[in-house]
């Protein structure tokens, strides 16, 4: 086993995580006064996860089908406002559904 190797590995990971988050603290030392710059950043959460778990989504399943049906039910559920607890297990069950309907008619 090759030590110096690891920890360097590990002295490398710890730059790469730990840089973004300091960076924007050491540089930025006044408050952000832009209108646009606020907005921009306040949206930004939203899009990384939603560009983390959209993917994960359709390929989750066994079948593109029954993934696109759970999302469209958890869009559906979640434009009316209903809460987690009842938007994943709902979205689940018509996961499951699904692709036991695929299963019966050969399709998977």
Do not use: D
């Not at 360097?8 to 006064?33: E, G, H, N």
């Not at 949206?43 to 996860?49: D, G, Q, R």
């Not at 983390?52 to 869009?75: C, D, K, N, Q, R």
């Amino acid at each position: 086993m090759n030590y110096t190797r690891i920890l360097l590995a590990i002295l490398v990971m710890a730059l790469v995580t730990y840089l973004p988050r300091m960076l924007p603290l050491a540089i930025f030392q006044k408050k952000i006064q832009n209108r646009f710059v606020k907005s921009f950043l306040a949206y930004v959460p939203y899009a990384v996860l939603a560009a983390m778990t959209f993917p994960e989504i359709l390929y989750s399943t066994s079948h593109l089908l029954s993934a696109a049906a759970g999302m469209l039910v958890a869009l559906v559920l979640a434009y009316f406002n209903k809460g987690l607890l009842n938007l994943a297990p709902c979205s689940s069950a018509v996961v499951f559904v699904t692709e036991q309907g695929l299963k019966w008619m050969g399709m998977l």
